[in-house]
């Protein structure tokens, strides 16, 4: 059986439809989620949801008995929250006997990365690496969903800041991202321990600009600016304060090239690569 954690949330939940798509049914996929009254679609359609919390390591038995593998979607929060997340679903899956998790981690785990998101991945590759369990980490990059959210300035002023200097990355989005995901977990063996599941270019924000800007037919600038004064204006937009600072700080890293990586691990998962940054743009930000 294979078990996606956190199903309830946008990633988990594409992962689950992925994997029915790909498998052709729902025998043998099953998912775990805080509150199986917001599951009620998956039991409908005849998936097995159980409980499982990551704060609740008593509800993990359960949630894990009989799971062959495992895809364990990352949590969000501090990094000590996170972290310790992780561990006790680890160390669940260990104890339940599962066979092989998979894991969606970041394209960021480096450890003179300036990112709080790289110390939370680089953590939970490690306790998935001591745990003795078979493991794979798919890294996802940046999710192309949030480019909306991250470019809205625009919309009023023609122009958005971030603090990510000429620093290039690549975008993905998280259907995408979940098809890579479920064709890990359903392949009879992977080649590596470690997906870079990158886009085939990166592109700077000026670049990013530049696509929305042909997309949507008008124009978008992108200025760079400090990672304090990023980290400022999103806690004056209401962020709490360590979320605020976690997004500021992992544009630093894309300016000191973390985020600039680019593999062909996506298409060796799926069969082709993923949309290049025009589609995206123009199905995000296209005047239909
Ligand atoms: N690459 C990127 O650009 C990017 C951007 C944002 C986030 N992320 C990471 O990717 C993850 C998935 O993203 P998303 O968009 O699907 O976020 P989301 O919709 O907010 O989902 C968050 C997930 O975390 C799970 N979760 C939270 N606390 C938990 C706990 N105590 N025990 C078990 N599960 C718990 C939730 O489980 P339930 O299903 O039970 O609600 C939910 O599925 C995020 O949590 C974050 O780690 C990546």
């Not at 066979?99 to 939970?124: C, E, K, N, W």
């Not at 000026?206 to 990023?230: C, F, M, N, T």
């Not at 400022?232 to 979320?243: G, N, T």
């Amino acid at each position: 059986m294979i078990l996606v954690t956190g199903a309830n949330g946008q990633l988990g939940r594409r992962i689950v439809d992925q994997l029915v798509a790909r498998r052709g049914g729902v025998a043998g996929i099953a998912a775990s989620v805080r509150d199986p009254a917001r599951a009620a679609d998956l039991i409908g359609r005849g998936i097995v949801v159980r409980q499982g919390d990551f704060d609740q390591p008593e509800t993990l038995a359960d949630a894990f008995a009989g799971v062959d593998k495992l895809v364990l979607v990352s949590t969000d929060g501090p990094n000590d929250v996170r972290i310790a997340q992780h561990r006790r679903a680890i160390a669940a899956a260990v104890a339940a006997g599962v066979g092989h998790i998979l894991y969606t981690s970041f394209i960021d785990v480096a450890a003179d990365s300036p990112a709080d998101f790289a110390a939370v991945h680089r953590a939970t590759e490690a306790d998935l690496a001591a745990s003795g369990l078979p493991f794979t980490a798919l890294r996802n990059p940046l999710y192309a969903d949030f480019l909306p959210m991250t470019v809205a300035a625009a919309r009023e002023t023609g122009s958005f800041q971030l603090p990510a200097g000429s620093g290039r990355a690549s975008f993905i989005s998280r259907t995408e991202l979940a098809d890579a995901m479920a064709a890990a977990a359903l392949a009879p063996a992977l080649a590596r321990q470690v997906y870079e599941l990158s886009g085939q270019a990166t592109h700077d924000y000026h670049d990013v600009a530049a696509a929305i800007a042909r997309a949507s037919g008008k124009s978008v600038r992108y200025q760079p600016v400090s990672e304090d004064a990023y980290a400022a204006a999103l806690e004056a937009s209401s962020l709490p304060r360590w979320l605020a600072r976690a997004m500021a700080n992992m544009y630093s890293a894309v300016a000191a090239g973390k985020f600039d990586r680019v593999s062909n691990d996506f298409a060796a998962l799926v069969g082709h690569p993923p949309r290049p940054l025009p589609c995206l743009a123009q199905e995000l930000f296209g005047s239909r």
